[in-house]
């Protein structure tokens, strides 16, 4: 089946840190990978996303890269703000109607 | 402005109640969504409508009915309301082809005392 499965939170970090998400994926078929973010209080916004393998997907300093061979889609950052506490959802699609949502990581930096 | 908007923003009710929660897209998706969301903000699906077609029907309740007028409005109804009916509900839309990704509104949050 499709499934995604996300680095369990919370994750607390100070300003300027590096920060890595982890996120894998099972999926019957070639899926599109993407990340989402919720802020407090609001909905999810689509953050970035890959089509294909070896796709690199960025935003707002935000790097994640389609890796096939381990079947994962790693979200990074190199310098976090105060301002990206938020929770993050990995998910994918296979059919292009239904996605499968990670269980998201709530992060919060510190300043 | 082009979103998913989706009202009431909250909603208090009591157990035994009914009630309705709207949706409205005016980005040309032909797709629309319910999600439910728990208080481990853990996302689940409900229902999808492609077109005015129910496409995906997870288990749900049979208490929640969604009601599609047009493609560009999805409501979600809730009858005899019970306190574990208590979540924040999600409206999302897509171009089912494009798979460009769901825009999500910003959410109803419902609690049930």
């Known amino acids: 089946g499709n499934s995604v499965t996300q680095m369990e939170g919370p994750v607390t970090l100070s300003e300027e840190a590096f920060l890595t998400i982890n996120c894998t994926y099972t999926?019957?078929?070639?899926?599109?990978l993407f990340w989402y973010v919720q802020y407090p209080g609001e909905g999810l916004q689509l953050l970035l996303k890959?089509?294909?393998?070896?796709d690199k997907g960025s935003n707002k300093g935000f790097e994640a890269t389609y890796r096939k061979e381990t079947t994962s889609f790693h979200l990074e950052k190199g310098s976090v703000q105060v301002s990206d506490s938020a929770v993050y959802f990995c998910?994918?699609?296979?059919?292009?109607?239904?996605?499968?949502f990670g269980t998201g990581t709530s992060l919060t930096v510190i300043p | 402005d082009t979103a998913v908007s989706q009202t009431p923003k909250y909603l208090v009710t009591q157990m035994g109640n009914d009630k309705s929660i709207k949706c409205e897209q005016n980005?040309?998706?032909?797709?629309m969504y319910w999600y439910k969301q728990d208080s481990k903000k853990f996302l689940k699906i409900m229902f999808s409508?492609?077109?005015?077609?129910?496409?995906i029907n997870e288990t749900v309740p049979n208490r929640f009915s969604p009601k599609s007028p047009d493609k560009a409005h999805l409501n979600l109804h809730i009858n005899s309301l019970e306190l574990g009916d208590s979540a924040v509900y999600f409206c999302?839309?897509?171009?089912?082809?494009?798979?460009?990704?769901?825009?999500f509104g910003s959410g109803t949050r419902l609690t049930v005392v």
């Open positions: 890959a089509t294909k393998a070896d």
């Open positions: 409508y492609n077109n005015k077609e129910l496409i």
């Open positions: 980005l040309g998706h032909d797709t």
């Open positions: 999926a019957t078929g070639y899926p599109s």
């Open positions: 999302a839309s897509s171009h089912l082809q494009r798979g460009d990704g769901y825009t």
């Open positions: 998910a994918l699609s296979v059919t292009g109607n239904q996605f499968y």
